[in-house]
């Protein structure tokens, strides 16, 4: 197809809020998608089509009318252009790997960008030659905000972030530039570029310490030393290199302003507006910020009474106050773009109003007011400063007139949002777009101006226009179908709207001649509706599209029309349910007009729903996931692969070829083209069905003929970033394509557009000519039924969405009518009558698929009202006797009765309830087993943790008669590493005394080392153990002091007289603490304390062991001593209560692992499982029983001869009664023989006897009882004073490892402290290196910028000395004229014109809105002089200067001569200008280098004072000591004591001080007696001081006359100098060796410039073959406009001449309005040349030349 021609941009249009910017005094531009939009003040548009690959960042200059775009790709460019030719300018080139995130100009001829990913590196560039010029690596960190430079000074830059304000300030040497970066400081001090300065906070009442003023703690700085050691927290922390920077950073948790905006002063100051709404004002000069504005908080806004105070109640009052307007105040996102103006500070931001701030005065005022309603996202002004143009996120474009707020223009509204879709209407003059918001817009084909919008107020998904008739079709999210009348194009109006299913419609269809309007539904389900007005938009019939087995989402519908006029459909769909898999399956049918003509017959139902058959419905699935689908004739069906991304040509199956198993058929694609890059996409086909489109989210566009599918026209309208092409659309000719995309942008392509001067190739101009001939066709073809159409939609009423959302009768709504039907039935139920539903009413907002089924059902109630009448009554009868059923059962016994749901009738719902309850229960049983699971895992940790992993369990014993309690120690297993680390120490430390003890050995004498060994074997006795409790804390038996811990003074106390050693923690390795300053030797110490207080831990956990032994056995002594008592209590009969000590849970804690049953309170859950087993086992306990008891030998054996017991016991005996003689009852005592009598006797004597040994045996219990009990007290009281003992005890072992827990808390201390300090040494040696490194550099760079300052100034010698060489060579270069004139010539030669004096370009000052009118750029200056000194020097060598007498020919030269001397005089000027940058930027490195030497200096002290802070920390050691209270002399303060300032000493030492006081006393009273003597001799000594002062002065005379005389340099060096002609002879040397260095360089430089004149001969010849290349293209295109010349021609004739004067008159006033334009265009061109000249005249000389 690229045969056919190109296609070129015609327009675009979108607008998302980007920067927008002016680029000449009346034309705006900003980025249009791919393009640039040149927008005019009034009205009047160019698009630009970049070129590049990818549009990133945009930018423009005003005054130079340029502007750059930088490419989005790998290496990206930035290409340069100039409007209005747009010609290339530059291309800026290996600025970025990656991309560009900004770019800005200056007001001279620099271009700054901004990199992205990875670098972040600013660059400076020359736009107007390209060349790159120097660049700064910004930091990853923050992303910058906002970058400008500033206007009246390009060198300049101010860079923003979220947390940092920087400037840049570029340094030039020459040709070699540099940024130099400068903090913005906040406060009083001046802080270092490379230290972090926060930004203030957005809350003006929080106060912040200042970092010099604030003392930062540290963990050195405690009562128990008095030296410090001061480390950053950085040190602290462990951080070195960037983490330790950004430590700060990260701890700063207070909400700080955010810089969004900038905008510079003429005095170089600097207005940043931030996030929050505030205002901040940044000297120039001193680089100082502050805030000046802050917005209002929440209760001091106004309307709002509420004091400071803090009263919160409002009275009637403050009700009543009216809200001022917030319009009068800055808030949040208010000055998100701000520009100054000659009347203040213009601010704008996301509360849609324009507000100019007043800020030369101290108190920010609101002078000027203008309300826009959207958020404004961009502002900038016009080069005059009296048009400001203002841009909004909501696709707006606004122009303002500073000073005027009623002057508010609206320059473009576009209505920012997605576009859901494209159309063309009839006609082929305007398009309409619909946007999801549900803005409805109609575009002009031609020009691309938005002629009219409609908002249909809900959200939209589709559009479609009908090719037949000016209505457009849209899809709303409710399932309505909207029509809109656009046969007015500019006042649209919505005349119908149709709601065909539920949900949204997101396909609309227009068949080919917009007979029918086809529509999906998320169903499956393809509705086709009628598509002329005369029918009202109906919907016709309706078929399903998904398969037997899967439904799945309608992807893609597209129709063709035969020559028969039957339309043929292809629907596919997917049914992955993955939307990215594209559509795998396929669904096609046809409609005729004969099955149109009979619906009825041809669909299933009164639903009209198609039958498959009368549509042939064929539903396959496709071999290969596709995107989109196009239907062409033949049966033939494109799409795009999803695999392979290319395009795929399909042969639709007829039904007749299809097998009979549709599952495993598969359509597979017929061939396969080129496609897109990125899957996804959509297939269209033109209206003439000749060219076959192809979109997609690589943002490309490829076009191709059916015939030709191999060659394709590729155009890119979108960015694949944002998305690609969303939609696309042919025009009604197919000779313009139009696009939408993600970004909002809708374009239009034109094929050869005129503006381009090229046309169709003749293959094009055919396929085009057919192209149009097929739309003329079709127009004629449905001309008639258009006209028809059209009046009828003309005389169609206005339509609005309240119309079918209102019911129909105002009887009763839906839900009263549902209620009322609901106590119908109920009263039917109660009267025992038959119910029968009312006849279904459509709802309201019932759909056209809804009504047709309630139209179906009214069918079939009429269809089967007999039998539905019989089973109605036969449920009757059924609910009759089942009522009957339920009365009965109320009657019968509860046992017998039958629960409620046994009596539903509808099993299914009993079974789902059944079902749903399972369900829950095994639902809640899953819940509850997992909160069980989670429970028992963190029981089992914590048993684990504390009991497992436990060798000693920890556990208490309780006495028995107080609330005293003594735990033990919890002890865990020491690890196989904790133990060979003890032993390594242990070793380690037995070698270090044995080579102490031997090197002491080896210079003690022999009775000093006996003396010292019967020391310490006396030293070395047990102390008492019972010292602890007799003696006070610390002391010993004669009162000494003594040692708290185990940690020794030293070594002859290492092992006695210390507490730990008393309690099983002494040791013979201890460091004495006086000796650990190494880091070894402390973690040795602190392995050695851990394990002194292990062992103290063991040999108390023994002691407990046996207290908690005894106790269990004193516990079985009371429990046997119990047995007894109980027995007695009970032989007694007494009441009293037996003592029952036990073990409590701190006793025994293992009890808490198990749960005994009588401990859970409810009962046990058994599963049917566990019951059978206790079932089964309970019976055979019970088998087992019943034969135990069928016979046991051993009882009865027992039984018959023993009585049952084995042993005859007293107490027995005793219960027993005295058996009573049987006639003593029977008998009367008077009828008693005497042997009865007798017997009698015996009996009473029997029964005393009983009697009183019953009382003696009583006693004898109760004794025993007593006994009993007396001793069970005096064992519990005994055991307590054993346990009080141990309490005791544990006291003090708890004190003593306290104290060796202090002390190892310390050492671990000291070891931290070490710790902190090697990291910061670390950090400084860090920093020292990086110093260095930096002051490598900067020595280089140093040299060779002095280097390069000597070059350029003796280049500048030579300059001025053949200018002066110039001057006096006058009178030889005039040799030939007499002496009178050529003194006339010479005072002519040395004449100048004056200087410039530039004037402000129009107005007065005060007038004048441009704020840096009074300072014009450096550049324009130059400029403006340039041209005032050429205008100067033509008025000079006019001949009328001329003097008499002198010859033209001398005249001439003398001009020449003059001229020449001007250009030396003004290159000089400018020489001697770079050439005081150069020393400038000399003396700059050089200060840097300076300041480099000075970091690495105050570095280098800062170590030093590390070091020796490091080793005094090692040297000051704590001693950590227990003192008597007596021995304590310090004052005590309010919680402990202070013992910074205090100091331990020995009695020894104030003894001896006292001692020496004495002898000090008496020596004085020596000296006095002496001096006395000695006073005599003051008198002979003042004499000879008298002389002395004499000799002074004389000595001082000749000492000044010495001074006084004079020595030279050459002096000094011939004295100094021990080899006088050999240092001259070296100078010499090295003078030649200067000049041979000098004769090379100029040689190098002339070969230099000898290649670079071949290189521009090689260029010219190169442009003279381009320009041939150029004249015989020229002769080409001549010939082609002559053929289409031709062909126009030819067509003339068969066109209509209908309209053609009319056009003639429209050509001619267009031409009269250019002439005229051109006219005025120039007269303003000459007034301003005018101007200009007059300007030029009344400005100074003053020339700065600016590079």
Not at 189 to 216: A, G, H, K, S
Not at 424 to 446: F, K, M
Request: charged letters at 30%; hydrophobic letters at 35%; one cysteine or more.
């Amino acid at each position: 197809m690229d045969q056919i021609g190109n296609l070129e941009l015609s327009w675009a249009q979108g607008y998302s809020g980007g920067k927008a910017n002016y680029i000449d005094k009346d034309v705006i531009c900003y980025l249009c998608g791919h393009n640039i939009k040149f927008v005019a003040e009034d009205g009047a548009e160019t698009v630009f089509n970049f070129p590049g690959e990818g549009v990133g960042p945009f930018a423009a200059h005003s005054l130079s009318r340029c502007f750059a775009v930088a490419e989005q790709c790998l290496n990206p460019k930035i290409y340069v252009f100039v409007y209005p030719t747009f010609r290339k300018l530059s291309i800026l080139e290996n600025g970025a790997k990656l991309e560009y995130s900004q770019l800005f100009f200056s007001s001279s001829d620099f271009l700054c960008s901004l990199s992205g990913i990875p670098e972040f590196e600013l660059t400076l560039w020359n736009f107007q030659n390209g060349s790159k010029l120097c660049t700064f690596a910004l930091s990853r960190e923050n992303i910058p905000t906002s970058l400008s430079f500033n206007p009246g000074n390009w060198r300049q830059l101010c860079v923003t972030t979220e947390k940092t304000i920087s400037m840049l300030t570029i340094e030039q040497s020459d040709k070699y530039y540099v940024m130099q970066p400068s903090v913005v400081q906040f406060g009083k001090f001046n802080w270092p570029y490379n230290r972090r300065v926060r930004l203030p906070p957005t809350d003006p009442d929080i106060e912040e310490e200042d970092e010099r003023d604030r003392e930062i703690p540290t963990r050195a700085s405690t009562r128990m030393t008095r030296y410090t050691v001061d480390v950053p927290k950085a040190a602290k922390a462990g951080l070195v290199g960037e983490m330790a920077e950004q430590l700060d950073d990260i701890q700063d948790q207070t909400d700080r302003v955010k810089p969004v905006s900038q905008i510079w002063t003429p005095i170089g100051d600097l207005y940043i507006g931030c996030k929050g709404g505030q205002l901040i004002k940044v000297d120039g000069e001193t680089h100082k910020a502050q805030v000046i504005y802050y917005p209002p908080k929440v209760p001091d806004t106004p309307g709002s009474r509420m004091s400071s105070a803090g009263i919160q109640r409002e009275s009637m009052v403050d009700m009543k106050q009216p809200v001022e307007d917030v319009s009068d105040m800055l808030l949040e996102g208010s000055v998100n773009c701000i520009g100054l103006h000659k009347r203040g500070l213009y601010c704008a931001g996301t509360d849609g109003t324009v507000r100019l701030v007043d800020v030369k005065s101290s108190d920010v005022n609101i002078i000027e007011k203008c309300h826009i309603g959207v958020p404004v996202t961009s502002m900038a002004f016009s080069p005059s400063y009296r048009h400001l143009v203002l841009g909004s996120s909501h696709g707006t474009l606004h122009l303002y007139e500073p000073g005027a707020p009623d002057s508010l223009k609206l320059l473009k509204d576009l209505h920012h949002g997605l576009f859901v879709g494209i159309s063309c209407l009839p006609g082929n003059e305007h398009c309409v777009t619909a946007r999801e918001g549900g803005e409805l817009q109609v575009w002009s084909i031609d020009k691309g101006h938005l002629v009219s919008s409609y908002n249909v107020g809900v959200p939209v998904f589709s559009i479609a226009c009908s090719p037949m008739l000016h209505v457009c079709a849209l899809g709303t999210a409710g399932g309505f179908i909207y029509y809109l009348d656009l046969t007015n194009v500019e006042e649209p109006r919505l005349i119908q709207g149709v709601k065909v299913y539920e949900g949204p419609v997101m396909q609309l269809v227009y068949q080919d001649e917009g007979r029918y309007l086809l529509s999906a539904s998320e169903e499956g389900h393809i509705f086709i509706i009628d598509g002329r007005a005369t029918e009202n938009f109906k919907p016709l019939a309706h078929t399903e599209t998904c398969m037997e087995d899967a439904k799945g989402e309608i992807q893609a519908v597209t129709t063709y029309t035969d020559a028969k006029n039957t339309m043929s459909v292809v629907v596919t769909h997917n049914t992955s349910g993955n939307k990215r898999m594209g559509a795998n399956c396929l669904t096609t049918f046809e409609v005729s007009d004969d099955v149109m003509r009979d619906l009825r017959y041809n669909c299933n139902s009164l639903k009209y729903d198609f039958k498959d058959k009368s549509i042939k419905k064929v539903s396959v699935k496709l071999a290969v996931p596709s995107y989109g689908a196009a239907i062409s004739e033949g049966n033939t069906m494109f799409t795009m692969a999803q695999n392979n991304k290319a395009v795929q040509q399909h042969t639709l199956p007829r039904l007749e070829e299809l097998p009979k198993d549709l599952r495993k058929f598969r359509l597979e694609p017929v061939s396969e083209f080129q496609g897109h890059q990125l899957p996804g996409g959509r297939v269209l086909l033109s209206p003439h069905h000749k060219w076959l489109a192809t979109y997609g989210a690589d943002g490309s566009v490829l076009l191709r003929t059916i015939g030709q599918m191999d060659k394709t026209v590729c155009i890119t309208p979108h960015d694949y970033r944002i998305g690609g092409v969303k939609c696309m659309a042919f025009g009604e000719d197919s000779q313009n394509i139009f696009t939408t995309g993600y970004d909002g942008v809708l374009t239009c392509y034109s094929w050869n557009p005129p503006l381009t001067g090229r046309s169709y190739t003749p293959t094009g101009s055919g396929k085009a000519k057919s192209a149009i001939e097929a739309a003329r066709a079709k127009k004629s073809r449905l001309m008639t039924s258009q006209k028809e159409e059209n009046e009828h939609l003309a005389n169609m009423a206005d339509w609005t969405p309240e119309d079918i959302m209102r019911p129909s009768s105002d009887k009763i709504p839906p839900m009263s009518r549902e209620e009322k039907e609901k106590v119908k039935r109920d009263e039917a139920l109660e009267r025992d009558e038959i119910y029968k539903t009312p006849t279904p009413v459509p709802e309201p907002d019932a759909t056209w698929l809804q009504v047709q089924e309630l139209e179906s059902f009214k069918e079939e109630d009429k269809q089967y009202a007999d039998v539905k009448k019989n089973l109605r009554v036969s449920i009757r009868d059924m609910r009759r006797t089942l009522q009957s059923m339920l009365k009965n059962n109320e009657t019968l016994p509860e046992i017998e009765q039958l629960n409620r749901h046994e009596f539903d009738l509808d099993i299914e719902e009993q079974l789902r309830l059944q079902a749903e309850a399972d369900q829950e229960v095994e639902r809640v049983r899953e819940e509850i087993e997992f909160e069980n699971l989670a429970k028992m895992y963190l029981r089992e940790m914590i048993k684990r943790e504390c009991w497992d992993d436990m060798v000693v369990k920890g556990r208490a014993v309780q006495a028995f008669n107080s609330n005293l309690e003594v735990s033990n120690f919890p002890m865990r297993e020491r690890l196989p590493e904790t133990v060979k680390l003890i032993e390594k120490v242990t070793k380690r430390r037995q070698v270090e005394i044995a080579e102490a003890k031997a090197l002491d050995d080896r210079h003690i004498p022999m009775p000093k080392r006996k003396a010292r060994k019967e020391l310490i074997e006396t030293t070395s006795k047990p102390a008492p153990t019972t010292a602890d409790d007799e003696l006070g804390e610390g002391e010993d038996d004669e009162g000494r002091e003594q040692p708290s811990t185990t940690g020794s003074l030293g070594y002859n106390i290492s092992v006695t007289d210390i507490l730990g050693a008393q309690y099983g923690g002494g040791s013979e390795l201890f460091y004495s603490q006086f000796e650990l300053h190494s880091r070894e030797q402390k973690i040795n110490q602190i392995v050695l304390l851990e394990d002194a207080i292990y062992r103290i831990k063991q040999v108390f956990n023994k002691d407990f062991d046996e207290l908690f032994i005894k106790k269990e056995q004193e516990i079985g002594k009371i429990k046997e001593k119990n047995k007894r008592i109980r027995k007695i209590i009970a032989d007694l009969d007494l009441a009293e209560e037996v003592i029952e000590p036990s073990m409590g849970v701190a006793e025994k804690p293992e009890t808490l692992l198990t749960v005994e049953d009588d401990e859970v309170k409810v009962e046990r859950y058994y599963t049917p499982e566990q019951r059978k087993a206790i079932e089964k086992k309970e019976k055979e306990e019970e088998e087992r029983r019943a034969r135990e008891r069928g016979d046991n030998q051993r009882e009865r054996a027992l039984n018959q001869m023993m009585g049952g017991v084995l042993e005859i016991k007293k107490e027995d005996e005793l219960k027993k009664d005295v058996p009573k003689p049987a006639f003593m009852t029977q008998k009367d005592e008077n009828d008693w023989s005497e042997e009865e009598q007798k017997l009698a006797k015996d009996y009473e004597k029997k029964v005393k006897d009983l009697q009183e040994e019953r009382e003696k045996y009583r006693k004898q219990l109760e004794t025993e009882l007593r006994k009993n009990q007396s001793l069970i007290q005096e064992g519990m009281a005994g055991f307590d004073e054993m346990l009080n003992t141990v309490f005791m005890k544990k006291i003090k072992v708890m004190m003593v490892i306290y104290q060796e827990e202090l002390k190892i808390l310390r050492l671990r201390y000291s070891l931290l402290v070490e710790e902190e300090l090697e990291t910061r040494e670390s950090e400084l040696n860090r920093l020292v290196e990086h110093k260095k490194h930096l002051k490598t550099l900067a020595t280089q760079a140093v040299m060779e910028t002095r280097k390069n300052v000597d070059n350029y100034r003796e280049q500048y010698d030579i300059l001025l000395a053949e200018d002066k060489v110039m001057d006096k060579a006058f009178k030889r270069e005039f040799n030939d004229v007499s002496a009178v004139q050529q003194d006339q010539l010479y005072r002519l030669f040395k004449r100048r014109p004056r200087a410039l004096k530039i004037t402000r370009g129009e107005g007065d000052n005060i007038t004048l809105p441009n704020p840096f009118a009074d300072r014009p750029s450096t550049a324009r200056q130059n400029a403006q002089s340039k041209a005032y000194m050429d205008q100067a020097m033509d008025d000079l060598d006019k001949q009328s200067n001329c003097p008499e007498g002198v010859e033209p020919q001398v005249w001439e030269r003398l001009c020449m001569y003059r001229r020449q001397k001007v250009e030396n005089e003004n290159l000089l000027k400018l020489r001697a200008h770079i050439l005081a940058e150069m020393q400038q930027f000399q003396q700059k490195r050089q200060e840097e280098d300076d300041q480099l030497k000075n970091d690495i200096d105050s570095i280098g002290e800062q170590l030093n004072k590390l070091r020796d802070d490091r080793t005094r920390f090692n040297l000051n050691l704590e001693v950590q000591l227990l003192l008597k209270q007596g021995q304590v002399e310090v004052d005590a303060g309010s919680f402990i004591h202070d013992y910074k300032d205090s100091a331990l000493i020995h009695r020894n030492v104030v003894e001896d001080l006292n001692g020496t006081i004495k002898q000090l006393g008496e020596s004085k009273i020596a000296s006095m007696v002496e001096s006395k003597d000695f006073r005599k001799g003051i008198i002979q000594l003042e004499w000879e001081h008298k002389k002395m002062l004499m000799v002074i002065e004389d000595l001082q005379n000749k000492m000044k006359d010495v001074q006084f005389m004079k020595v030279t340099r050459e002096i000094q060096l011939f004295l100094n100098s021990p080899d006088y002609e050999g240092r001259k002879s070296e100078e010499v040397g090295k003078l030649e060796l200067t000049i041979l260095q000098q004769k090379r360089i100029h040689e190098k430089t002339l070969d230099d410039k000898n290649k670079s004149l071949r290189d521009l001969e090689r260029t010219i010849k190169q442009k003279e073959n381009d320009n041939e290349q150029l004249l015989k293209e020229l002769e080409d295109l001549n010939v082609s406009v002559h053929e289409r010349r031709h062909i126009e021609q030819v067509n003339a004739d068969r066109r209509s001449d209908a309209g053609s004067e009319k056009r003639y008159q429209e050509i001619v006033q267009r031409r009269k309005l250019v002439d005229l334009a051109k006219a005025q265009a120039q007269e303003v061109a000459v007034l301003r040349a005018e101007v200009e000249r007059l300007r030029m005249r009344t400005f100074p000389a003053l020339v700065q030349v600016e590079h």
